[in-house]
């Protein structure tokens, strides 16, 4: 029915050979079937197994059947052994090896043919089967569960070529790995290769650099000796520049000098000139004229000039003889204990920006505060209320000091200008111009007459009041001159600049200074061996200022931290003062140092009792 049906010869074979029997066969034949399945299940394979060898060494084939006696040794007890190892060898070649099967659970008939015809894609066969299968069992028909399983040898092949078809998928994946490996290879080496290649660009680089550094310091050594002559002759030079301006104000004041001569003459006044000078001078017209006479001559006629333009308006004179400080007698007789326990009191909020700068009034109860915000303003104490505000300036205010006799002020600013305020009206009463730069600090002489300014471009300057004009410019620091002051009652004038510098301009008396730097250290010194007596460290945070107080036995320390601290010059204890919120750019004591006044970054100032 099967070959009927279109089922191919081959199919037919396997499935006879499968089943181990006939359709048609007698059991007879069916006994003999079984036993040749038996039989055929088991097979030997001959197989020649080679070694690998470790040299390319070929050796020689020796059969086996020759198996002669080598000449000297024809011994009969020899060749029986011989005889029967090769008679035992023989045997054991055509004897049939049996090998184990292996166990598996064997499939049965039923289940082999339902898989055999849906495999082929049989399956109008398959339903034909399935459907008279099912009915002689449902008739009771069971012999034919006794036609017995598969033979293993098929159920091995089906396993061997499952297990074929997944070891072809595995080599595909192994494949499809390999190349993608080969293809990450191919770019990891082109990578290797770009980084070497850069490698040794940024090497030869290097090496390039390294010549090059080496020849501009070859270069730079080459010109050490030029700039240091170079430098032996600025210096000179401002020597000799320093030497000729002296001799210059010394002239300019003789003939200042010959200038009133003339004057009293005139009025009929009488005057006693020294005679060796008188002699000296009609000595001199006789001599032919040279640069020194001649710039003499044109100085003359240029303050003749002057003279004539200012009319009554003439430069101020420098007081020779000073009264002595009346603070010393202050703090000798102050024999009352020196006071720290100050407390937070009141807090005035005057600026919109950072305060820079506070000062006492030299006479009343008046303090008046500078800020970044261009405004200045005059507060009435204890209350705190603001009495005057002054506006003017075109860039921040740095600094501002009082007239000693308390009407006038002077202040600083970034807009590189000093101004001078009447303090009854309000007013700008004087504008000095000439630094290039922001003025960092002003100060009043004792006597009135002169305010001295310091700045940013790196000069400090002595102003006349009654001239309107700058007296002398001081130079000398490297760097720019932050602070300035006038000794009390001295004409000795002391500047600080960012150089690491304290210098002093004609000093003539001798006193204890203080300073302060960005680290934290505050310095005690004896300017008439310019030495420093002390350092204190403070530190971490920078010192914005320091301010003695009126017995000199106090000095107050402004903090970028905000703390005011407080140092003790005679036991070294060192007091703090916990307020700001934010840094405190400068301190300043009243005059009989009961109060303490300081400035902060967040536009206030605080009153400290």
């Known amino acids: 029915m099967a070959a009927q049906r279109g089922i191919p010869s081959s199919a037919v074979r396997v499935l006879e050979e499968a089943l181990g029997m006939g359709l048609t066969a007698a059991g007879d034949a069916r006994d003999t079937a079984d036993a040749v399945a038996a039989e055929g ?28 006696i080598p000449e000297g040794e024809e011994d009969l007890a020899k060749a029986i052994q011989m005889a029967q190892e090769q008679a035992t060898d023989t045997e ?73 078809k997944n070891l072809k998928k595995d080599l595909k994946h192994y494949k499809q790995a390999a190349d993608k490996a080969r293809e990450d290879l191919l770019k990891i080496q082109k990578e290797r290769d770009f980084h070497r290649m850069h490698h040794k660009r940024i090497v030869q680089e290097k090496n390039k ?25 600025h210096h000179t030079l401002l020597k000799e520049k320093m030497l000729t301006s002296l001799e210059r104000d010394k002239v300019v004041g003789q003939i ?45 006629e240029q303050n003749k000039c002057k003279t004539k333009m200012k009319g009554n308006t003439k430069d101020s004179e420098f007081p020779i003889d000073m009264q002595p400080n009346a ?13 720290f326990d100050y407390k937070l009191k009141n807090i005035f909020r005057l600026h919109e920006l950072p305060v820079s700068c506070v000062s006492m009034h030299p006479h009343k109860d008046i303090l008046v505060s500078c800020g970044e ?7 009435g104490l204890p209350k705190g209320n603001v009495l005057l505000t002054g506006f003017g300036h075109t860039d921040w205010l740095s600094d501002c000091c009082f007239h000693p006799s308390g009407n006038k002020l002077a202040t600083s600013s970034g807009d590189t200008t000093v101004k001078l305020w009447d303090l009854c ?19 009043w002489h004792s006597c009135g007459n002169f305010v001295a300014s310091s700045s940013l471009d790196k000069t400090s300057k002595i102003w006349d009041v009654n001239s309107e004009r700058c007296r002398c410019t001081l130079y000398g620091h490297t760097d720019s001159v932050n602070s300035i002051e006038f000794f009390p009652f001295s004409n000795t004038l002391l500047t600080s600049s960012a150089d690491k510098t304290l210098s002093i301009w004609d000093a003539r008396t001798g006193h204890m ?12 010194w004896d300017f008439r061996k310019l030495l420093p007596i002390v350092s204190i460290d403070i530190g971490p945070s920078p010192g914005n200022e320091v301010n003695f107080d009126s017995s000199g036995r106090v000095l107050a320390q402004a903090s970028g931290n905000g703390v005011i601290h407080l140092l003790d010059l005679k036991s070294g204890e060192i007091h703090k003062l916990m307020g700001h919120e934010s840094e405190a750019h400068t301190v300043v004591f009243s005059h009989d140092g009961e109060i303490l006044f300081s400035g902060g970054s967040d536009g206030t100032v605080r009153t400290w009792s």
């Open 41 to 68: 299940a088991y097979y030997l394979e001959q197989v020649t197994i080679t070694e690998a060898s470790e040299d390319d060494y070929e050796y020689e084939e020796i059969p086996d059947d020759n198996f002669s």
């Open 92 to 164: 054991i070649l055509e004897r049939k090896t049996v090998l184990p099967s292996k166990p598996a659970v064997p499939e049965v008939i039923e289940d082999f043919l339902c898989n055999f015809l849906i495999k082929m894609g049989m399956t109008r066969t398959l339903d034909c089967f399935q459907s008279e299968w099912y009915e002689l069992i449902q008739k009771g028909v069971t012999e034919l569960r006794t036609v017995g399983n598969v033979p293993d040898v098929y159920t091995q092949l089906m396993l061997l070529e499952n297990e074929n």
């Open 209 to 233: 650099l390294i010549n090059d550094l080496k020849g501009l310091k070859l270069h730079y050594a080459s010109y050490e000796p030029t700039i240091r002559v170079l430098h032996e002759k």
């Open 256 to 300: 200042s000098g010959l200038q009133e001569i003339l004057k009293n003459v005139e009025i009929g006044h009488s005057y006693h000139a020294p005679e060796m000078k008188v002699g000296r001078s009609r000595e001199k017209e006789n001599t032919p004229e040279g640069p020194t006479q001649k710039g003499l001559r044109e100085a003359r």
């Open 327 to 339: 603070n010393l007698n202050v703090c000798k007789e102050n024999l009352s204990p020196a006071k």
């Open 373 to 379: 915000d261009r405004l200045w303003k005059v507060l």
């Open 425 to 443: 009206k309000g007013d700008c009463i004087l504008t000095f111009e000439g630094h290039s730069h922001a003025v960092w600090s002003c100060t």
């Open 513 to 524: 200074i203080a300073s302060c730097d960005a680290r934290g250290v505050t310095k005690l």
